[in-house]
């Protein structure tokens, strides 16, 4: 089952700048193969369903090793069975409506 | 790892009411043995991460079968490694601040 | 407009314990007499759009003013135009096809 | 009170493609002059909390206007009292730790 993901992993207890542990997970995903892209309030994910939630759960075992002792991670999950799409799809299906919108690169 | 889930499962392309396949997810998280508790807007599930997420899947998969041609599900995803903690301990500690609040039972 | 809420709140740089950050929420939405339910991963909240919105910015304002120097919320937001729904309707139309199922109280 | 949040529109009860509602969404941030960015699974939205909150509300607005009977919408809100970010540098942030690795343009 094809899965299209969108990750935000928030270590606690660990002070407030958590960058070196999103970059952390970004590796995790690099290191899984897996299609991904950071945005401002989490990384869009895409792959098959086991290969995703396998890099997920490594995602936090990698970040309490780091020394987090809690972890909340916020995950929405779309699957479809009526067609394919991909993340590009996905924001071109609304670009195609609204061609000039971002105000950021 | 014990995990601490918040899970909700929204199909798409089915029409307005979805309580039928909520319904089915809460009987695939009874199947699984996993303890959970459905509330207004999700459902919180406490087990270990392999055992929640292959139930988190079956959902996925029961929903599809069902006819729904499209899922999008949130699901928050807590984790410690300082202590032990339950769904209800995750209450009571606020409970035990403010004994009186819940305007609904 | 009429909302049902789930709200999240999650203080960060305050160390691992969130509790008493989660008991200030409540007593706000308390004293904004809006309907409310703790669970084990948030608060249903219940009420007018703007009365339900005015309430989760005073959330942030508490939380910071209690010493939290960066927070990070989740939010579900629900409307409807086609029939009026309670926080408690939402659930009774689950049990009604699954009577059984909770397994915590 | 600044914000960044990421904002997740569902119309329900209209089918299975709900691009022209994201799209409407998209055109009301616009409106509002928000600096905003779309991605795979939401949309990145930075401004003043009164800004974006009244942007959030008049999406729920317009895509009901547009037909949708029922929406539920996910949303998560950053605050921060410590230092001015803005949604740049929390991608920044990230890349200058690793550097390399989007997989999507």
Redesign the interface.
């Known amino acids: 089952?094809k899965v299209?993901?969108?990750l935000?992993v928030?270590p606690?207890?660990v002070?407030?700048?958590?960058?070196?542990y999103?970059?952390e997970c970004?590796?995790v995903?690099?290191e899984a193969g897996?299609?991904?892209?950071?945005?401002?309030?989490?990384t869009?994910v895409?792959g098959d369903?086991?290969d995703v939630?396998a890099a997920?759960?490594r995602c936090?075992?990698r970040v309490?090793e780091m020394g987090a002792?809690?972890?909340?991670?916020?995950?929405?999950?779309?699957?479809?069975?009526?067609r394919e799409q991909s993340?590009?799809d996905?924001?071109e299906?609304?670009?195609?409506?609204?061609p000039t919108?971002?105000?950021?690169g």
């Open positions: 089952m299209i993901v969108d935000c928030v606690m207890g002070g407030v700048s958590v960058s070196k999103v970059a970004q590796k995903l690099q897996l299609e991904h892209q950071l945005h401002a309030y989490g869009n895409e369903w086991d939630f997920i759960k936090h075992e309490h002792p809690r972890i909340t991670t916020s995950i929405k999950v779309g699957t479809r069975t009526d993340m590009k996905k924001t299906s609304v670009y195609g409506i609204v919108e971002n105000t950021l």
